[in-house]
């Protein structure tokens, strides 16, 4: 960062959940206040005007009492992948995906710009393939842990899993999910524990 400074972030609570790197520096998420939020910061730390609101910008999981932006991830088009967790007020809690534009406006190519709805109650792993397809790891605390795998539009791959529904589940006699990749001929990797055991899977594309 310039000089060393400091960035001060919105006067709030604030609790930072991710970050990636983008060409012209890196995007931050996390919860602010009860709502999630992104933050886009250039190469010396300085919020970007470009981004948002000065630089930042608030999600909701509409319906839901708290919100969270868990994961991001940045496409070739320089757009943000972005999984949004939402507390519900009898403590349910859900996952959901959406994408926005360079500038941080919703975009509307990622399913008509509505959330992706997603299983599980944690999101984990976010990646993307050479093709774009994007696959989000969570632990659904009932079911155990599940891959899912969408098309860059959004829509769920149905070429991936055996169910013909885009997912893939691994149970917790294995592991508990902790992170997601790919390598570059497509196969998807993932890690996770086991009490003190570490744990790597790969799956075919």
Do not use: W
């Not at 999984?83 to 919703?106: H, Y």
């Amino acid at each position: 960062m310039k000089g060393g400074r400091l960035t001060f972030l919105p006067d709030a609570f604030v609790m930072i959940s991710s970050m990636t790197l983008a060409d012209s520096g890196f995007y931050i998420g996390g919860g602010y206040g009860d709502d999630g939020f992104v933050g886009r910061c250039d190469r010396d730390g300085l919020p970007d005007a470009t981004f948002g609101d000065a630089g930042f910008l608030t999600l909701r999981f509409q319906g839901f009492r708290y919100s969270d932006c868990r994961r991001l991830s940045v496409t070739r088009e320089r757009k943000l992948l972005v999984v949004l967790l939402g507390v519900g007020t009898s403590g349910q809690v859900e996952c959901a995906i959406v994408r926005l534009n360079d500038d941080g406006s919703t975009d509307l190519g990622f399913n008509r710009g509505q959330p992706v709805s997603l299983p599980g109650q944690l999101a984990e792993g976010l990646a993307q393939d050479s093709a774009g397809r994007i696959v989000v790891g969570l632990v659904d605390l009932q079911q155990g842990n599940v891959l899912v795998r969408l098309h860059p539009n959004g829509m769920r791959d149905t070429s991936f899993g055996a169910e013909g529904n885009g997912e893939v589940r691994v149970p917790f006699a294995l592991f508990r999910l902790k992170d997601t990749g790919i390598q570059t001929d497509g196969r998807i990797v993932a890690s996770g524990e086991r009490g003190s055991i570490t744990t790597l899977i790969r799956l075919l594309p």
